[in-house]
Every structure is written in C-alpha cells, then in structure tokens.
C-alpha cells in the first residue's frame, strides 16, 4: 500500500475521464436502446402481451422484406458511386500544389457547411421537370419530354452520393496522403506500368480509408431520411419511411421497434463484414 | 456543518439537476400549454388567439408549444398524471385517437357562451372545432386553362404525367382516397374503388409526395399542374407568387375538423378552457379568416369574406352545402390495413 503512488496505473486517469461521456451514453443511448428492444418484445400496440410477433410478421412479410432489401441495395449504390468519383478526387488531391489543395478541400467540404434539407431541394430544382438538366437536354434539342428523374431511384442516388461525398472523400484523403510517395517511383523503376502500380500498390494501401469511407457513407445513405422522401417521394419506400410510418401515422409502436432493430442489427451485419475486410487487407498491405 | 469540496459539488448538482428537471421536485405551478401545429398555424396563433386570451383573462402567463398530433399524444401518454400539455389541437384522425386513450375531458358545454353557435359539425362533445380545414382541387392557372371543376377531372387524358397526390400518412391522402372511393360507389367502410380509380389514375400520375408541404412545393417546380390540395396551404404559395388556384369540386369540398380539447388531469382546467372559449368567439374567428390567416371560421355568427367568401362559401348555410364531412371513427379502423395497401399496389 505504501508503494501506491509509485506504481499508480496511469490508464485509471483515461478511464475517469471517460466517465462523463459514457455516463452520457449510458442514459441517453443505452437506455432508450433497450426500452425499444423491450417494446420490440410486444405483439400488441398497448404493449401488455409478451411476443416475438412483431418480428414474425416483418421476416414473414415479403413486402416487409423487400423493403428491408431495397434499403440495403440503395445504401450499396450509393456507396459505389460516392467511391468511384470520390477516389478520383482523393487520388488528385496528393498531387497538386497546396493551393489547388485548399480549393479540393474547400469542394470537398462545401456540402457539410449547408444542411440537409437544402441540399436535398437544390437536387429537386435540378432533377424536376422544368429542372436544369431537363431544361438543358430540351434546349439542346436531345430531348422532346422531359425525362422523368425526381421520384426515381436513379434520382435518390445521385442527389445520394452527393450529399454524403465528403464522408467517402475526407478518409480517402487520409489513407492516400499516408502513403509513401517513394513505393510509387519503386515500383515504376522495377518495370511496373502506372495501372499495374495502381492496382497493386496504391490501391491496396489506401484499403483502410476506403473501408471506413465506405461504412461511414452506407451507413448515411441508407438512413437519409430527408433525402429518401423528398427526393423519392411517397410511393418509394425505404426503412426509415416504413419506421415512420409506422410510429407517428399508425402508432404501432411495437411494430415500429421491430423494424428498427431489425433494421439496425441488419446495418451492423453490413459495417462488420466491412470491418472484417478491413482486417483482412491490413494483411494484405503488410506483406 | 464542515462544507468540503465533495458535498458542495453534491448540492450544487442536485440543484442544478432540479432546476434541469423540475418535475423532481414537486408540482409546481406553471403557465398554461397550448400544443398548436407548427408553422402557418403557429403564426395565426401567437398573432390572433393569444393576445385575444390574454386580454380577456388578466394577462394570464400562457406557452404555446407547437408539435405535431402524434407527438402531443406521445407528450401526454408518456405523463398521464400530471400532463405537460393543457391544451391539445388535432385533426380527426389523432383526435379519435386522443379521445380513445382517455387523453382529454369532455368540453364544459353548459358553461360555455360560444359553443352553441358553431355550426352542428363543429358541437363536438369532448372537445369543441374553432377551425375547418378544406381539402379541394388545387392547379396552376397558367398551365391548366379551363379550371377543373370535379374529382373526375383528374383522370383526363390530358394531364396525363401531370397530376400529384400524396400517400395515406397524412388526413389529405386519405381523405382524398374515401372521397374518390364515395365518388364511385364505396364508402368510409369499403375504399375498394378508391383504390382502383388510383390504378387507372397511373398513367397521370406525375408524383406521390411524402406529405401535403411536400406535394404544395411540386407545384413551384413545374412538377405537377393539378392535384387534391390543402386550402391553407396554397394560400401561403399564392402570397410567395406561385401560380396556384384553389377550387372546390362539385362533389364537394372535404372538410376536416380541427378539434381543441383540454387535456384530462390538466393544473390548468379552468384556464384551458378560457382559452378554448377564446378560439371560438366571432372576433378571433373573424380575425382568423382574413388575411394572411383565411383560416376557415366555425362559428355561425361570423360573416364570411374575402377569399374564403370567394371560393369556399358565402355563409353557413352554403359552406354547409358545399363541405362534405367524412366518419373518421369508420376510417380510423381500417387506416393502417389501407396504408399497408397502399405501400404494396402504388407503384409508378
């Protein structure tokens, strides 16, 4: 006891620390976290009957689970395109001045400065009908009617990708700025052409940012409530709007804790085997 | 009593907790709420009907707290006891609802001065309706040249592409949806039709819109050029320079109550109940129906004017003629079978 001092763990202190926070997530996320999975647990509205009822129905429901899927897929579009024009960006942005740096970071952020809801309705001004790209294919004389891009899926994605670029572009800045330039000019200078570099030394060691760029955008995409409604209107349903509408129209309130955990244990199986590919290219990058 | 570092943080918490959380302390005294809906109707609210009661009651401290229904129900559900809402405003649908969880106390008709002259759909027992809310067919003039003149209007092959509506969420869906359904031979009890007339509504259909403020903003786009609208609000998109018109069909108008009630165990009884008198008193309803508000009055004594006068009714007599008012307690029992319905067959 008298060698306390001495031998004080000094991780104690990061834990103390901590406390507040996970005091404040214990109460205010944990909590409400199991009074849902509690709720989720009833067959009925008045939640007085115990039951798996709830999730019955939504696992033997294919309009249910359709729903379910077209969430998921959406979430994988979007995911697909924010990486394939996020990459580009990403890659250009470690070999530019650190003018041309600023003015990509500046783009690349502009759209987290402006909610939402903006955002969202910038996208109905240009997908609408008498909207900008409409009007220009029209003017062009490409198009007689205007093509129909609001209330399509093609339209959630794009305004989609979007509005959630800079959570697949700022960790791929990252991950591409830790790489050593010199792996380049080595692996050009054993005979190496620049697709053959790209593929097989770039692109591997950026994996890690483009697993956390890919969780982060999948998980915003497919629970972009905002942009799902307004962009895909009412007849097009994704989790959230099902979850809505089953808690605030219909006040089944047990069906809507169902959906939501279904819905989040769904999300977690999708950002694990991201995770899980994560760990495997960590493998694959070291050797 | 030795003050150390350790009991000081200990009171100043449990203070501070206090004055975070006041219902742990004791019930105490407080103003009374008024849960109105947010928006236009928040604005005709802190405008017209607050100084109204404020001034007919000694300046009486009241909040208004504007939400939706359902959260209002939610509110009270959640603290049944002692409510942290007084007074409750909701649309048929959420008012059944209310009246049905045993949220509300029926409205003190005997003692008040105002209920007997609303018109006999507004007398509600268990909570009075100060306002109407008309659903008809709403276009935009510049693109549509001839004004429509019945529901059936929007099946005509030359709006193809060009009508909206809104899915069943919201009061206007389903509203619209009994009312086409009533149109072609179905009622509150079989909206059967109604669902086929929306199939053969298809190749028109332009959009479904997630909700009315949704659907009001398609027409600022140029998306649609006619659909079932809000009266209230297209007022507020022809104030900004929209082209939008409002007209209602021959079939008639379909007229929601919106109904106010005092919320059941309330400190505040007597005063929510001033202020529910306040709201159906001819000189807010007057207030009310004129611009900017032109909310729809309840109350047989006050003349109608104005753009209401216009396109809705010239009196009682004809807004009676020209409303149609629609059994929610019937549409109620089948809402979310038809959601459901309407989730799987609507798709374009």
Redesign the interface.
Known sequence: MGAAPATRDVTSYGMGLAAPLALFFLVFFVAPLLQLLWLSLHNDTAALHWGLGQYLHFLTDPFSLSVLGSTLLLGAEVTAVCLVLGFPIAWLYQRVGPKLQTIIILIVLLPLLTSVVVRTFAWIVILGRQGIINATLQSLGIIDTPLKLLYTQFGVVIALAQVQMPLMTLPLITALGRIDPNLDDASCSLGAGSWRTFFRVVLPLSLPGVIAGCTLTYAAAITAFITQSLIGGGQMLFMPMYLYQQASTLQNWPFASAISIIFLLAVLAVVSVFTTLGRLSRGYGGT | MIMNRRSLMTTALTLGAMKAFPGLSYAQARPLVFATFTGSWEEAHKAVLVPAFRKANADAAMVLDPM?S?DQ?AKVNAAKANPPIDVMLHDPGPAL?AIGQDLVEPYPVEKSAYYKDLIAEAQEPMGPAPFFQVVGLTYNPEAVKTPPTSWADLWKPEFK?RVGI????STL?TGWLVEIAKMRGGSEANVDPGFKAIEELKPNL??????PG?LA?LFQ???IDISPGNFNAIQILKARGVPVEFVAPKEGAIAFKTTIHIVKNSPNRELAFKLIEASLTPEVQTTLMNPPYLIVPTNSKVTMGGEIARVLAKDTAELKQKFVFQDWKKINEQ??AW??RF??E???
Request: positive net charge; glycine residues 10%; aromatic residues 0%.
């Open positions: 939706l359902v129900i609802v592409g809104t899915n069943l969420n869906g332009a959009a479904v819109a997630a909700n949704a903003t786009q140029g998306q809402r979310s959601i459901e989730n799987r609507i798709k374009i």
